[in-house]
């Protein structure tokens, strides 16, 4: 069973902090990616990496950064955080080749 | 542009009847679909599939089906249960595409009433 893992379930920071989300898988996937989900947006992605050290910009990346050192973990970076960076944040990982993608928990971080 | 999308935000079906949920695609490189599943405070699971080779394809009570031409695919719950009550989001993926990226829909909230 693929287990992803996100570091918080919830989070609270003020403007301005940098903030770290951790996310962990165990199934050693080569691709891992964040999105964050709000309402009426749906699922967009932020970030993606297809391997160590790589990463490619998703559809929304200003304001963000992301580090992958290890294969098994991908992290988001708001270097300054902002009260419209308010979200819930998804992980997801998969193998290369396949497309289905396997989610973490989530972390809904407030922005205050 | 939207290039994934879910024009109905929620539906609201009687628990044994029917749960049709449309999807629509603007790009012609997608070939390959997936529904994905979301409970509150979790994050989404894979639900079922379709290839742009096949027109249908079944998983017990969830069938999706693919329409090219139209450019619509549409996943049929039957019987729909109260514990189908979730958000739903369709994903496309192109095969070009790095890493296996997806661009999902909005979501439709789905209310299975007992």
């Known amino acids: 069973d693929v287990k992803v893992t996100q570091s918080s379930r919830y989070l609270v920071k003020r403007t301005g902090e940098k903030v770290f989300l951790e996310c962990v898988q165990d199934?050693?996937?080569?691709?891992m990616f964040w999105y964050r989900q709000d309402p009426g947006l749906g699922l967009r992605l932020i970030y993606f990496?297809?391997?160590?050290?790589?990463?490619e910009k998703g559809d929304i990346p200003e304001g963000y950064s992301v580090s992958r050192e290890k294969k098994e973990r991908f992290s988001l970076i708001l270097e300054s955080a902002s009260t419209n960076q308010t979200s819930m944040y998804l992980c997801?990982?998969?193998?290369?080749?396949?497309?289905?993608?396997?989610f973490g928990p989530g972390t809904r971080l407030t922005v205050l | 542009d939207q290039q994934v999308k879910q024009n109905s935000p929620s539906l609201s079906v009687q628990e044994g009847r029917i749960s049709i949920l449309n999807c629509d695609y603007t790009n012609s490189m997608f070939d390959y679909f997936l529904w994905y599943k979301k409970y509150p405070a979790e994050g989404p699971t894979f639900l079922i599939s379709?290839?742009?080779?096949?027109d249908k394809n079944e998983d017990g009570r969830f069938t999706v089906f693919l329409n090219k031409s139209a450019k619509h695919l549409s996943l049929h719950i039957v019987p729909s249960q109260p514990g189908d009550s979730a958000v739903y989001f369709c994903?496309?993926?192109?095969?070009?595409?790095?890493?296996?990226?997806?661009?999902f829909g909005d979501g439709t909230t789905l209310t299975v009433k007992p």
């Open positions: 990496s297809y391997d160590v050290k790589m990463k």
């Open positions: 379709i290839s742009s080779i096949k």
């Open positions: 199934m050693d996937h080569e691709n």
């Open positions: 994903a496309a993926s192109a095969v070009d595409t790095n890493a296996g990226k997806s661009t």
């Open positions: 997801a990982s998969s193998l290369t080749g396949r497309r289905t993608q396997y």
